[in-house]
């Protein structure tokens, strides 16, 4: 690629190129890479409708096997989805996926508080939850969709085939390329200054969100990761990535927590600044936290979760960020404190008593998912393209 190649969003390129080398370069053309096979794929649902969306469903609930008829674009995507990569180890996934769950309600905090605003201080990236108008028409079962979606991927053999988890990996990776299309379509994508819309190099910026910055916010709040658990919940994304469609090279780059920290630092290097989207997102994303309190407890309590909410995007992200973003500056970025105060002596124990850990997960995992349920009131998303 010549220079004018890349989209002007690569920022800082000779600085990059100075301490990462050829990887800066290849990181920055995923800018311009889709999905081809999932791109392909809802084409060929568009212009055959009801039928291939059928042969879609069979394929999903029993297998490309239960579908002989199946198009070479309904073949070619189950096809990736049912390779199993050589470093697939699903012992390891069942390890990264209970420690996941012991974050439990504080973990979909971090979520918020952390990944998801971290993603927003991007305004390329963000373009497309601007353009679709998602998040700012409904935040708050924007949200909870995409916390269903996590906590899914992160069951016990929740990626596994029949389970979930891996259902709406599929699902996600059809509805980025609907969206893709659709900003493309509109006349109003700028693919020189954005890249494409939902392009590899953010879709491996989401999982670094769910993996990466998760343990980090975690462990900040107390808890306590061994080595081998963060591994594993990076070999759990990494194999959620596959499923999703995220080119290999990326994915080998969340083989180790070297590598994987090695490509966030590019990532945040060469990103740009916010915009005008970006802020409009940050304060829907900031009062979501305060409704989803509002009417499991009084008032008062409702404020002070949300006031924590804000306190802790402040914390976590950084002053720098957080003035960019306009997250509030007041005392509540200290509440992290206290609540590492709280969590550190649950997980020394924890640490130490047989049976401990099991009972930490299920805990967390169970209370999670009943949160999930009560937000999403009985109508759990179908993450279809209808």
């Known amino acids: 690629m010549t220079e004018t190649d890349y989209p002007s969003r690569y920022e800082n390129r000779e600085e990059a190129r100075g301490r990462f080398g050829d990887d800066a370069d290849r990181y920055a053309g995923f800018y311009l890479a889709g999905d081809p096979v999932a791109d392909a794929l809802v084409q060929w649902i568009e212009r055959h409708g009801d039928s291939a969306k059928s042969q879609f469903e069979r394929a999903l609930r029993g297998g490309i096997s239960e579908v002989p008829e199946a198009s070479p674009e309904l073949r070619a995507f189950f096809e990736r989805a049912d390779s199993l990569p050589a470093w697939v180890d699903f012992d390891q996934i069942r390890t990264g996926a209970l420690a996941y769950q012991r974050f439990g309600i504080l973990g ?183 409704q989803n309190a509002d009417g499991k407890v009084p008032p008062v309590v409702a404020l002070a979760v949300s006031r924590i909410h804000n306190g802790l995007a402040r914390a976590f992200n950084g002053s720098e960020i957080a003035d960019d973003l306009g997250i509030p500056n007041d005392l509540w970025q200290y509440s992290v404190y206290p609540i590492r105060a709280a969590v550190a002596p649950f997980e020394w124990i924890r640490r130490r008593v047989p049976g401990a850990s099991q009972l930490a997960s299920e805990v967390g995992n169970r209370v999670v998912r009943g949160d999930l349920t009560r937000i999403l009131r009985g109508e759990e998303p179908s993450f279809t393209l209808s």
């Open 108 to 290: 979909m905090i971090v979520l918020s508080a952390w990944s998801l605003i971290n993603g927003y201080h991007s305004g390329a990236a963000v373009k497309p939850l601007a353009f679709t108008g998602e998040l700012i028409g409904r935040p708050q079962r924007r949200l909870a969709e995409t916390a269903r979606f996590v906590s899914e991927a992160t069951q016990v053999d929740g990626l596994r085939p029949g389970r979930p988890g891996r259902e709406i990996s599929l699902r996600v990776s059809l509805i980025h390329s609907y969206v893709r299309r659709a900003c493309l379509d509109s006349g109003r994508w700028r693919t020189d200054l954005w890249g494409l819309p939902i392009n590899q190099a953010d879709m491996f910026g989401t999982l670094l969100e769910f993996s990466l910055l998760m343990m980090d916010g975690a462990q900040r709040l107390g808890f306590y990761l061994t080595a081998a658990e963060r591994e594993a919940i990076l070999a759990l994304w990494r194999y959620c990535g596959h499923l999703s469609g995220v080119d290999p090279w990326l994915l080998e780059q969340l083989g180790s927590e070297a590598k994987t920290r090695r490509l966030a630092d590019l990532l945040r290097l060469i990103q740009p600044g916010p915009d005008d989207d970006s802020r409009a997102l940050t304060e829907q994303l900031l009062k979501v936290p305060g």
